[in-house]
């Protein structure tokens, strides 16, 4: 007898078959970047040569590799039910990995801002040479220049297709990676720039665009720090990009408002990493007393709005306590 394929999922959270089928593109979509970055990274650092433009764009290529990495560790990690030891499951781990990859930008970006930084103060001029192609003389800025607009265009078509999946899924690393990709076209442009710039005399010009380039990737790793800080800090659950509270918080606040033995409710939603962890205090109308039927029938309907919300603990209480759920 033919046993059923097993149910994607995150810990106990059984995952939508259109759910399902989202992360098992996310998952091939960063198969593939990988794939593609190695390449990317291969085809720079043989160009490169001594620009420091080249050097850093070449730099971020390498980085990128890191968030999809990531991410397919977080994943599998993530559907491992609870244990003892860890009784909300593993959820966090994409919280981890979201902060391992914004350390390595922001620690890479700030090496490459010295580097670069260095060089313009210091008046470094790049030796961009001549190449021999069949006997013809041939500056090698122009295979640079080629080289680093033709690698571009992978990174920010993956990068596209990952921000929405990212929000479908609500996984901050893939919307970290889709960052990083789609700041490689600005990157390239900016490098190409800096090297053109030197080709017509321009010294400053190539230690300017490695300034740019290291710059984005300081602010994309301080963007993510911040957003993977905040997460591990248990702050208010927000949207996937950190624009907003999430609209469940307030689902969430209306579905147990409406439950006709409810006086006055208090939310809070942490956001697990993928799901959510719902607490509810609930002060009943006066004079009455949930039953176990009530809470439970309660507590289902809050299950049923989304798959993200994985858990909801329900508290009956004489009146709201104000400390632990700030208005």
Not at 133 to 139: F, K, S
Not at 166 to 186: I, S, Y
Not at 277 to 298: S, W
């Amino acid at each position: 007898m033919t046993r059923p394929p097993a149910r994607a999922r995150f810990g106990t959270t059984e995952l939508t078959d259109e759910q399902a089928q989202r992360l098992r593109r996310a998952v091939r979509l960063e198969w593939i970047s990988i794939g593609t970055l190695a390449l990317v990274v291969a085809a720079m650092g043989l160009v490169a040569g001594r620009s420091q433009a080249m050097r850093a764009a070449w730099v971020e290529d390498m980085l990128s590799l890191l968030p999809p990495i990531v991410f397919l560790v977080s994943v599998r990690i993530a559907r491992r039910p609870p244990t003892p030891r860890h009784p909300y499951g593993y959820h966090r781990v994409a919280g981890v990995g979201h902060l391992t990859a914004a350390v390595a930008l922001l620690g890479a970006g700030a090496a490459l801002v010295v580097d670069s930084g260095t060089a313009l103060v210091t008046g470094d001029r790049p030796q961009i040479g001549v190449l021999d192609v069949l006997g013809t003389p041939v500056w090698a800025g122009w295979l640079m220049v080629v080289v680093v607009l033709a690698t571009s265009v992978p990174p920010v078509l993956l990068g596209r297709m990952k921000t929405r999946l990212a929000e479908e899924l609500h996984d901050k690393v893939l919307l970290a990676d889709a960052d990083l990709n789609r700041a490689a076209g600005t990157a390239g442009l900016v490098t190409a720039a800096g090297v053109l710039g030197t080709g017509t005399g321009l010294w400053w010009a190539d230690a300017a665009a490695a300034l740019v380039v290291s710059t984005s990737v300081v602010a994309t790793g301080v963007l993510h720090l911040r957003s993977s800080a905040a997460g591990l800090a248990d702050s208010r659950a927000s949207t996937y990009d950190d624009a907003a509270p999430h609209p469940l918080v307030r689902e969430v606040e209306t579905v147990l408002r409406q439950q006709p033995w409810v006086r006055d409710v208090g939310v809070r939603v942490r956001d697990e990493g993928h799901v959510f962890h719902v607490e509810g205090f609930l002060a009943p109308a006066a004079g009455t007393v949930p039953t176990l039927e009530q809470l439970a029938a309660a507590r289902r309907r809050c299950l049923e709005l989304d798959w993200k919300i994985a858990d909801v603990v329900l508290a009956p209480v004489a009146e709201l306590p104000e400390d632990q759920v700030p208005r």
